[in-house]
Structure formats: C-alpha cells, structure tokens
C-alpha cells in the first residue's frame, strides 16, 4: 500500500527527524509504531499522505510518489490521517459541516456526500451531536468527530498518531475499538502509540529511536523483547507481566490484554500450584 524508501528528513535548522527510513506497508496491514517522545513517529505520519515530503530518498502510495504535486489529491484520497489533537482539525461549525467538508473537498455530488455523512454518523454514534459545534463536545467525543471526518472521505488507509493519549481510558478503549472495527474491514491501519498495550490487534509493531526504525515485529514478539527497555513507558499490565516473569511467573501476551483477562489467568495459575 505505502512503500518507503530510504527516506530521511530534517525540520528546517533542526537534527535529522527520519534517518533512512526503508518500510512497506502492506494492504490490509494493522501496523502499530511505537517509540518515546521525539522518536521521529509523527514525522513519519506526515510522510505517509504527502503532508510532508523526503528531503531524500521517495515515498509511494499504491506507486504514487508523494513528492508529485500533481498526484496529491489522488494520495490523499487513499491515505487519512487523524492527529492527537482534534481542535486542530475541526474546520466545519457544526459536526455534521465538519464530515462534508472532507467529501466536499474531493468535488462529490451534494447527494452522495449526504449519504456518506448519515452513514458515518450513525456508524460513530454521533448522531445526537450532528449540529452540535465541534468545539463543544468532550475529549472523545472529539475525537471521535475527527476520525468521522477521515471515514467520510473512504480512504483506503487510516494513520493514526496518539489518538488516544488526550482521552480517558473509557474514551480511548471506545476509539480504539472503533479503529480495530475498521481493520475488519478491510482498511490499512497504521497506528502511532507509545503505548504496547494499544497494540493487541496489531500485525507488526516498528520501533522507533532517534528517527530510526530500531525493532520490528509481531507484538507478541516485542512484549517478551521490550520489557526493561528505558524510556519506552510501558503500561501498567505489560510492565507487570514483564516484573512478574522476572519471578518466573508466566503470564500470556494475549492475556494483558485487560485487567479481567489478567486476573483470570492469575487464578488459573494459582488455583493449579
Ligand atoms: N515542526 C517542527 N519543527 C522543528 N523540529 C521538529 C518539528 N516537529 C518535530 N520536530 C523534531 O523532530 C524530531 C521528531 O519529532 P516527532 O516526529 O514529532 O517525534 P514523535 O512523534 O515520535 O514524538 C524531534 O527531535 C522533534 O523535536
Ligand atoms: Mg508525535
């Protein structure tokens, strides 16, 4: 689906934010891309639709090369991104303005773009908020709103950076479980965390450090790898099954996935000694 090669780019007088970034992302891939603050991850978002362009090597999109100014509209429509901070991107003065000004953007007929709003509307649940000011609603409210903007415009790929590091854990579990919806789909995920244990649904996770890309692989694979790796905070049910295999108490990759999955297996470890 986005093919980078080689890619390295620096913020105007500042350290190199990528170093030669080599990454295929396949279709229908769920990736998850994790790192500490300043890693590069968000930098690499921004590559992914052409909101930013390499300063070397090229990224492509289905092999349309971002830095073809001409092909942008096309990248566009192929690849969403919703930040961290959904005011940002609120342009619309109420929900429902706010999900046809993506469609619109893409020059749709007036009545196909209604179809995809009440769609997407009653998809996300926001119906009850639709001439609502986006300003007004909630954390995920919010951004839930922000991830309907990008549904209505069907992209084929949805990039996703720290979507959930401003919510509140119900908020952000809700968000999430929409994201991992769309995968079902069909939809290319790539999703920016520093958090693992976001990762669940995920088919790869990329490590980012110091704009490169230092580890890869299934999140299985980094759950028994990351523990003890400064910086990268690790959450709280990863960090205790990391804590209690140092006792040498093994508790399964699938079961941190909640608190209830976690005690559960607990018990059953107890229950059998
Ligand atoms: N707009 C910007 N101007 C200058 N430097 C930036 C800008 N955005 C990010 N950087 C720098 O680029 C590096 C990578 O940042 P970023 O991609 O935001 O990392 P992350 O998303 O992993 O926190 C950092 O050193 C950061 O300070
Ligand atoms: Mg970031």
């Known amino acids: 689906m986005i093919r980078l090669e080689n890619v390295s780019y620096s913020y105007p007088g500042g350290t190199p934010a990528l170093r030669n970034i080599n990454l295929e992302i396949e279709e229908g891939e769920f990736l998850g891309i994790i790192g500490r603050n300043g890693s590069g991850k968000s930098t690499l978002a921004l ?66 773009i209604r179809v995809r709003v009440d769609r997407v509307l009653a998809e996300t649940g926001l119906e009850k908020y639709r001439h609502r000011s986006p300003k007004t609603l909630s954390g995920g409210q919010g951004q839930c709103t922000a991830l309907a903007g990008v549904l209505t415009m069907e992209p084929e790929c949805l990039v996703f950076d720290e979507v959930t590091s401003m919510l509140d854990p119900g908020s952000g579990t809700a968000v999430l479980k929409r994201i991992e919806g769309l995968r079902e789909k069909g939809k290319t995920i790539v999703y920016v965390t520093h958090n693992l244990e976001e990762l669940h649904a995920a088919d790869r996770v990329i490590v980012m450090e110091q704009g490169k890309i230092v580890r890869e692989g299934q999140p299985e694979k980094l759950f028994s790898d990351l523990p003890g790796d400064p910086g990268l905070a690790l959450p709280s049910l990863i960090e205790l099954a990391a804590q209690l295999r140092a006792h040498g108490i093994h508790v399964p990759w699938e079961k941190t996935r909640s608190p209830e999955t976690f005690a559960e297996e607990i018990c059953r470890l107890f229950s059998k000694t």
Not at 72 to 97: A, C, D, H, S, Y
Request: charged fraction near 30%; hydrophobic fraction near 35%.
């Open 47 to 112: 590559h992914l639709n052409g909101l930013l362009r390499p300063e070397k090597g090229k990224v492509t999109v289905r092999g349309l090369d971002t830095r073809d100014f001409a092909r942008l509209p096309e990248i566009r429509k192929l690849v969403g991104i919703v930040f961290q901070n959904p005011e940002t991107q609120f342009v619309g003065r109420t929900v429902e303005e706010d999900l046809a000004f993506g469609p619109e953007n893409l020059c749709l007929s007036p009545a196909e």
